[in-house]
């Protein structure tokens, strides 16, 4: 699979590949992260979150990445597969009671056969 | 599923009419948010609920109220409905933990003439 770019909005990828989604978020002092997955008609579904004090979680076929220093998350899907095809969101927040979530922009991903 | 639901699903009204939207949830949590989502913007956060009684602004609150009598219940009133306000509208809720992830209903779409 291939990176993209900051705030590229769209990503198409050969089923069977990797699929690499990047997002800057914006508050020095976020602590806690999470990646969404949205289908057309659909709310926005759960896909992994990470807290600050980790670099690094891995789930099922999916890992996130976060680099502190540059204020960057990634999100890498293994084996991509037709049902992969959404709009992906990184959500961040200060854990301090409820959660206000600040939303990137999206990304949607494709799945080519 | 996480136990979220939105009424109504789908609504159009007029230009200064008011209009309640109603988020339901049958998981005891303590969070419950109003979010919503444009083309180009991803998610914003309008109101959330810490407890019954107990609520609070967010990002884009203007021109909205909400109001939670029960735990299982958070309603957003547009008083008087704008064109500006055509949008989806997501409910969320979640836990006590602070590291739990937000939950959403699957929307409502509601678009103002």
């Known amino acids: 699979g291939e990176s993209v770019g900051l705030h590229l909005p769209t990503l198409s990828v050969q089923e069977g590949d990797n699929s690499i989604i990047n997002c800057a978020y914006s508050n020095s002092a976020s602590d806690y992260f999470i990646w969404y997955k949205q289908e057309s008609g659909k709310g926005p579904q759960f896909i992994i979150d990470?807290?600050?004090?980790?670099d690094k979680r891995q789930g099922q076929r999916v890992t996130v990445l976060l680099n502190k220093t540059v204020k960057h998350l990634s999100l890498q899907i293994a084996a991509t597969q037709p049902g992969d095809s959404a709009v992906y969101f990184c959500?961040?927040?200060?854990?301090?009671?409820?959660?206000?979530?600040?939303f990137g922009q999206g990304t949607r991903l494709t799945i080519n056969p | 599923d996480a136990g979220i639901t939105q009424s109504p699903r789908h609504k159009v009204t007029e230009t200064g009419t008011p209009v309640t939207l109603r988020c339901h949830q049958t998981?005891?949590?303590?969070?419950m948010y109003w979010y919503r989502q444009d083309p180009g913007h991803g998610l914003r956060l309008i109101h959330y609920?810490?407890?019954?009684?107990?609520?609070d602004k967010g990002e884009v609150s203007d021109g909205y109220s909400v109001s939670r009598s029960k735990t299982e219940d958070f309603l957003l009133t547009l008083e008087s409905a704008t064109s500006s306000q055509t949008s989806v509208y997501f409910c969320?809720?979640?836990?006590?933990?602070?590291?739990?992830?937000?939950?959403f209903g699957d929307g409502t779409r509601l678009s103002i003439l």
């Open positions: 959500a961040e927040t200060v854990l301090q009671g409820a959660q206000k979530l600040v």
């Open positions: 609920s810490y407890g019954v009684k107990d609520t």
């Open positions: 969320a809720i979640s836990g006590q933990g602070g590291n739990q992830p937000q939950h």
């Open positions: 998981e005891n949590h303590r969070y």
């Open positions: 990470i807290r600050s004090n980790m």
